[in-house]
């Protein structure tokens, strides 16, 4: 099993859907968790970071983390063809080293 | 602020050579990770520098591959004897020591071994 699962989709939206992505972790001690966006042919750019439970909202972006179930997720409001990417859950237990999902791949259609 | 630089972006290889990946990491940031991402899948770990110090090697870091960082600044991930299972992309991030663990990536190098 690996450590943090995530859908790969891919996953098809109309523009202004909303739109949710969701990843599982098998590792409590993980306490800084991210989500990484990813465009065909580029590295991952960070989009949102979040330390331990709670929520953090970033425009039309937010994450949510819920340790006692080991899942977090990422929201993304009034979707934009510009969206369009492979979204990465990333997380740490002592920032040594990120472990990322496998990506789910997002197609946002106008 | 330049990014982090990767070279060479793409290399194609016969099964059995030597390849060198190079990677310029952001000046001021004293780490420098590899990563490795296959189609479909998220970056996978390898291995991290903190300045010229090798802190870990994942056991995917098989004894062909070795990763140096002379004088802390840029890194060279060397794959002796290519498998056509390393084709891959190989993406470097570099970062400050800082509790948030952000990494900024560079747009990576792709590997296609023949």
């Known amino acids: 099993q690996k450590e943090v699962e995530q859908d790969p989709g891919p996953l098809s939206v109309p523009e202004g859907a909303i739109v949710s992505l969701n990843c599982t972790y098998s590792?409590?001690?993980?306490?800084?968790f991210m989500w990484y966006r990813q465009y065909s042919r580029k590295g991952p750019e960070l989009l949102m970071y979040?330390?331990?439970?709670g929520n953090k909202e970033d425009g039309r972006f937010t994450a949510q983390v819920d340790k006692s179930s080991k899942y977090i997720s990422l929201f993304i409001r009034d979707s934009q063809p510009s969206d369009s990417a492979t979204y990465l859950c990333a997380m740490t237990h002592n920032t040594d080293k990120l472990i990322f999902g496998t990506g789910t791949r997002l197609q946002v259609f106008p | 602020d330049t990014g982090v630089s990767q070279d060479p972006r793409h290399k194609i290889t016969k099964r059995g050579q030597n390849v060198t990946f190079r990677c310029d990491p952001i000046?001021?940031?004293?780490?420098l990770y590899w990563y490795r991402q296959t189609l479909g899948q998220g970056p996978e770990f390898l291995t991290y520098?903190?300045?010229?110090?090798?802190?870990?090697k994942s056991r995917l870091l098989s004894d062909r591959f070795s990763a140096e960082r002379p004088k802390g600044s840029f890194s060279t991930l060397e794959i002796q004897r290519t498998e056509q299972g390393d084709s891959a992309m190989y993406l470097c991030?570099?970062?400050?020591?800082?509790?948030?663990?952000?990494?900024?990536f560079g747009e990576g190098s792709r590997l296609t071994v023949l």
């Open positions: 520098f903190q300045n010229e110090a090798q802190l870990e």
């Open positions: 979040t330390y331990s439970s």
């Open positions: 590792n409590s001690a993980f306490q800084y």
């Open positions: 991030a570099s970062s400050w020591t800082s509790p948030t663990g952000e990494l900024f």
């Open positions: 000046s001021e940031h004293n780490r």
